[in-house]
C-alpha cells in the first residue's frame, strides 16, 4: 500500500505550528487558560496511515504528557489545546523494576452486577478496564468479586478474579517488547504459570475495595509479576484505582 509521506508531512507541520503560540517562551502568548496544556505535551507521534498499529488509529496522535501518562488525540484536540487533561480516577500505573514507565488515564469498559446461582450474597460484580480509545480488549478486569468492602490477596481472592494483561497497553509505552502483548492468563493468579505457558511468577495480587454495592464499585488494585523465562531478572507492577457505577 502506498502512503502519501506528503500529506503526513503537511498534517504534522499544520499542527505543530498551530502550537506553537502556545509552547512556553513562544512570541505570541494568548495567556489563555488552555495554554498549559499543550506545555505538559512531551512528545507527539503521528500514528501510521496504513493501520499497522491496531493501537494507534490512522490519523490520530500518540502523545506522551509530562508526567508520564500516553494518549491518543485527534488534530482537532490538538488544536484546540484539549490534551494532557488527565481524569483524576481509573489511573493505571506501570513500573518495571522500580521505574514508572507510565500513568495511563483508562475508561470503564464494563461495570455489571449480576446473581450467581447458589450464592446468599445477593450480587457479583464485574468491572473492566480499558487503556486503549477502541477499547476491544480490557487491560485489568475484576470479576465475581462477592460482598462487603474487603481486602483481597493471593490467598483470600475465594473464586474472584483480578486479571491484567498487556495486550492492550497503548503502543507509547515504553514497554520492553518482552513483556508485550501478553494475555490475561499469564497474570491471572498467584505462583507459577503453567509449563505449557509462561513461566512467570505472580508475586502478589492485591485488591483493596472501598466501596461494593449496586451504586458504586471502587477501590484498588495491584498486581506484581517476577519475569521468567525472556523476562528473567525483571519485576512488572501495576497498580492503580477502579471507580465504577455498575449495570443490573
Known amino acids: 500500500m502506498h502512503v502519501d509521506t506528503r500529506f503526513a508531512f503537511l498534517v504534522s507541520a499544520s499542527v505543530v505550528a498551530a502550537t506553537a503560540g502556545c509552547l512556553p517562551g513562544a512570541a505570541d502568548d494568548t495567556g489563555t487558560a488552555a495554554s498549559p496544556l499543550i506545555g505538559d505535551v512531551q512528545s507527539m507521534v503521528q500514528c501510521p496511515f496504513d493501520n499497522t498499529n491496531p ?6 496522535f500518540a502523545v506522551t504528557c509530562t508526567d508520564g501518562s500516553h494518549e491518543l488525540d485527534t488534530q482537532d484536540q490538538i488544536l484546540a489545546n484539549q490534551v494532557c487533561m488527565l481524569p483524576q480516577t481509573n489511573i493505571l500505573y506501570l513500573e518495571l523494576d522500580g521505574t514508572l514507565l507510565a500513568r495511563i488515564p483508562a475508561s470503564i469498559l464494563e461495570a455489571i452486577a449480576f ?17 486503549t480509545p477502541t477499547g476491544l480488549n480490557p487491560a485489568v478486569s475484576v470479576t465475581q468479586i462477592v460482598g462487603s468492602p474487603q481486602v483481597y490477596d493471593c490467598n483470600t481472592f475465594d473464586g474472584g478474579h483480578l486479571d491484567f494483561n498487556t495486550m492492550s497497553i497503548p503502543a507509547a509505552v515504553m514497554l520492553p517488547d518482552a513483556w508485550r502483548n501478553l494475555p490475561d492468563r499469564f497474570f491471572g493468579s498467584c505462583g507459577t504459570a503453567h509449563p505449557d505457558e509462561q513461566p512467570d511468577v505472580v508475586a502478589a495480587r492485591n485488591l483493596v475495595l472501598t466501596s461494593v454495592s449496586v451504586d ?5 488494585y495491584e498486581i506484581v509479576v517476577n519475569g521468567r523465562g525472556p523476562r528473567a531478572g525483571q519485576t512488572l507492577r501495576v497498580h492503580g484505582d477502579i471507580d465504577a457505577v455498575p449495570v443490573l
Open 55 to 60: 493501537q494507534c488509529p490512522a490519523g490520530e
Open 115 to 131: 446473581h450467581i446461582t447458589g450464592n446468599p450474597s445477593p450480587y457479583a460484580y464485574a468491572v473492566s478496564l480499558a487503556t
Open 216 to 220: 458504586r464499585f471502587s477501590g484498588r
